[in-house]
């Protein structure tokens, strides 16, 4: 399992709200939903490099 980093983020409350509604329609952590959504823009803008083999979950149906 990778290590991962904590730190403290700033968020207009109206945005967390948000988020929030969007993790439990998706029954995910607001955390979890925070990585979801940095990782689709890191992947759509081609800044995250897929790790072969490392795919689990819905995203790994959608992309085939």
Do not use: H, Y
């Amino acid at each position: 399992m990778s290590k991962k980093k904590a730190f403290v983020i700033r968020i207009d409350p109206n945005k967390l709200d948000a988020v929030e509604k969007w993790a439990d329609d998706e029954f995910r952590s607001i955390n979890g939903q925070i990585e979801w959504i940095l990782d689709q823009a890191l992947r759509k803008t081609r800044r995250l490099v897929k790790k072969p083999g490392r795919q689990t979950g819905r995203d790994t149906e959608k992309e085939k």
